[in-house]
């Protein structure tokens, strides 16, 4: 698929089909993530996956909603604030920027492939490290559900360009 239909097919799925996603294309996809840029380069993340029942199901105490258990896999998408880049004059951590890029690749190649995800960051952080007994360093960033869509792409509801991009409008910018 061209880049911008992958982009314009993206969409959240919140319901997946009883069959399972082939190792191979697993694979595909994580590596997506996985040459994602990051600051420095230094690749501060992790990627949890989780698709023997078992386990499957002890994630939906993390994010309990009726949806979400369709899902056959989910990756865990881990960002490791002992590897970070922290920029040097306000020591702001970008270890959350490098993970979400590198869930944004998964989310683009999951759908090339004709598979579907949704980001899921309202989650119950503390059973997340608990069950998946993170050190203190590590911490879950989104859980990624993924699997084949059973539903179809909503419309989508965006803001138009006008509203959210700035031409030449420096010192005024946001007071219109
Ligand atoms: C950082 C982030 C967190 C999100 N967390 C959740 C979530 O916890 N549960 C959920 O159902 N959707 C979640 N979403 C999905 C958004 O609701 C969705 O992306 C948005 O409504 C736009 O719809 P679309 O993805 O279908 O284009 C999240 C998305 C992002 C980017």
């Known amino acids: 698929m061209e880049l911008i239909d992958v982009i314009n097919k993206r969409y959240s799925v919140r319901s997946y089909k009883n ?5 191979k294309i697993l694979f595909e996809i994580l590596d997506a993530g ?6 420095v380069n230094f690749q501060p993340w992790f990627f949890i996956v989780v698709k023997e029942k078992k386990q499957r199901e002890v994630m939906n105490n993390v994010y309990s909603r009726t949806w ?3 899902a056959p896999v989910v990756i865990i998408i881990c960002a490791d604030h002992s590897m970070s880049w922290k920029r040097s004059n306000d020591k702001k951590d970008f270890a959350d920027v490098d993970a979400s ?3 944004d690749h998964m989310t683009l190649r999951a759908t090339d492939l004709g598979l579907g995800t949704c980001w899921v960051c309202n989650f119950n952080a503390d ?3 608990k ?3 993170l050190p203190e360093q590590i911490e ?6 993924l699997g084949y869509p059973d539903d179809s792409q909503p419309v989508r509801k965006r803001k138009p360009l006008e509203e959210i991009v700035f031409l030449e409008k420096f010192g005024n910018t946001f007071s219109g």
């Open 127 to 129: 059973e997340c490290c």
């Open 68 to 70: 979400f258990k369709t």
């Open 34 to 39: 996985r040459l994602a840029p990051s600051a």
């Open 101 to 103: 890029i590198a869930i």
């Open 140 to 145: 879950p960033i989104a859980l990624l559900p």
């Open 131 to 133: 069950v998946l007994e």
């Open 19 to 23: 069959i399972p996603v082939e190792e």
